[in-house]
């Protein structure tokens, strides 16, 4: 009953199955390794940015370019308060809001973004405390360009005067006549009563939709294994009811037409046999009896 497992097509069946099953599930342990590593990664990255609070000061300029080793470390810079502008769709402690961000200018000629503070409702210059006036010193968590579309940062355009989405020097350097550093500072306090905003981890570290894709990534692959010996079975069960009806004598409906030709053939085949042979038994008598 068996011994079809042993034709050209069920070996190549089998050894399909033997390769595939391997395989799926190293990649699905593979994707699920990727989301394991984000995840620490995630964890080692918040852990960084509060761990940097406890380090001293540096210079903004020994802290540049920001990579995800000086991302939340503490920077300091000196000017003078110039433009100030305005991030609405900023949320903190799930409250809308929106960021006071002043541009402090530096002796080197460019300007640091600064965001001083977070205050909830609609973004409105009138309710936005003016800067300290004089050259001042800020501290605060070093924090990377933000990229338009991702990370909850919007992407929108046409924005009143006053305001931006993104803050970035490529964001800023239309709305300043000035350069602008490529890295921005949240202030460890609030100022003039404002809610400090909370220094974030570095891009490309947090549990972000490429985390989850690798999760689900890894669903699919173990699906494909359940697929594949789900397919088989069928397939061997299959056979097995096909070769146990043929021990029984029972055809498949798509043979009984071959099946119901033959029979006629033969019956045909039958009777012209039977009318080549009568003369030859009638001449035998004849010739009997002239012996």
């Known amino acids: 009953m068996y011994r079809f497992l042993l034709t050209p097509r069920w070996w190549a069946i089998n050894v399909f199955l033997l390769l595939s099953i391997p395989f799926c599930v190293f990649m699905g342990s593979w994707q699920l390794g990727r989301f394991e590593d984000r995840v620490d990664n995630h964890r080692e990255a918040e852990a960084q940015v509060a761990d940097a609070k406890k380090d001293a000061p540096r210079p903004l300029d020994e802290l540049l370019p920001v990579t995800k080793a000086t991302s939340g470390k503490q920077a300091t810079a000196t000017g003078r308060y110039d433009t100030q502008l305005l991030v609405p769709g900023r949320t903190l402690d799930d409250k809308d809001g929106y960021y006071v961000l002043t541009l402090l200018r530096t002796d080197t000629g460019r300007a640091l973004p600064v965001v001083r503070g977070w205050l909830p409702g609609e973004p409105d210059p009138a309710k936005a405390p003016a800067p300290p006036a004089g050259k001042v010193t800020v501290t605060g968590a ?150």
């Not at 009777?271 to 010739?287: C, F, K, L, N, W």
């Open 142 to 291: 070093l924090q990377a360009s933000e990229t338009p579309g991702s990370n909850g940062v919007s992407a929108r355009s046409g924005l009143p005067q006053g305001q931006t989405a993104a803050i970035s020097a490529a964001s800023l350097i239309n709305l300043v006549p000035y350069d602008v550093y490529d890295a921005w500072v949240t202030l460890n306090d609030g100022d003039s009563g404002m809610r400090a905003v909370p220094a974030t981890a570095p891009g490309g570290t947090g549990l972000d939709l490429k985390a989850f894709q690798n999760l689900g990534y890894t669903a699919e692959w173990f699906a494909f294994v359940g697929f594949a010996l789900f397919m088989w079975f069928r397939l061997f069960r299959r056979e097995v009811e096909l070769a146990r009806d043929a021990e029984l004598g029972i055809l498949p409906e798509d043979a009984e037409p071959n099946a119901k030709a033959g029979t006629a053939e033969d019956a045909a085949d039958s009777a012209d046999s039977a009318d080549s042979a009568g003369p030859v038994a009638e001449r035998e008598p004849s010739s009997t009896s002239g012996v």
